[in-house]
């Protein structure tokens, strides 16, 4: 299994509950995958740096998860048939390590 991660714009004329919903059925879909939601960071209404679908706002969403690869594709499909979702993307996700300089770690000691 590999890292993702997603964001997905969903149509600002929803009510609370429906973008719950929505999430919702994202956390399922990628269950049904059998892949596991590792964090979901909702980010709220925002203005759009350009209309999308006659939108100028949208509810943002962050789902981070991990998956097979062909898994992804499934996903794709069920983003284009969703008319709620106005625009998303799914990446790889790579975590890098960053270590400390050598004289940090002496100072530490």
């Known amino acids: 299994m590999r890292d993702y991660e997603t964001v997905f714009i969903l149509d600002p004329g929803l009510e609370e509950g429906d973008i719950k919903d929505e999430i919702g059925k ?29 939108n100028k706002e949208g509810y943002y969403t962050l789902i981070r998860f991990r ?3 062909a898994s992804i594709s499934e996903m794709e499909r069920a983003y284009k048939l969703n008319e709620k979702v106005i625009r998303h993307i799914i990446v790889h996700s790579v975590q890098k390590v960053v ?5 940090e770690k002496q100072a530490e000691a």
């Open 67 to 69: 998956c097979e690869p």
């Open 26 to 54: 994202v956390e399922s879909l990628i269950a049904s995958l059998n892949g596991e939601v590792t964090s979901v960071e909702p980010g709220g209404k925002r203005r759009l740096t350009y209309e999308i679908k006659g």
């Open 99 to 103: 270590q400390a300089p050598e004289e």
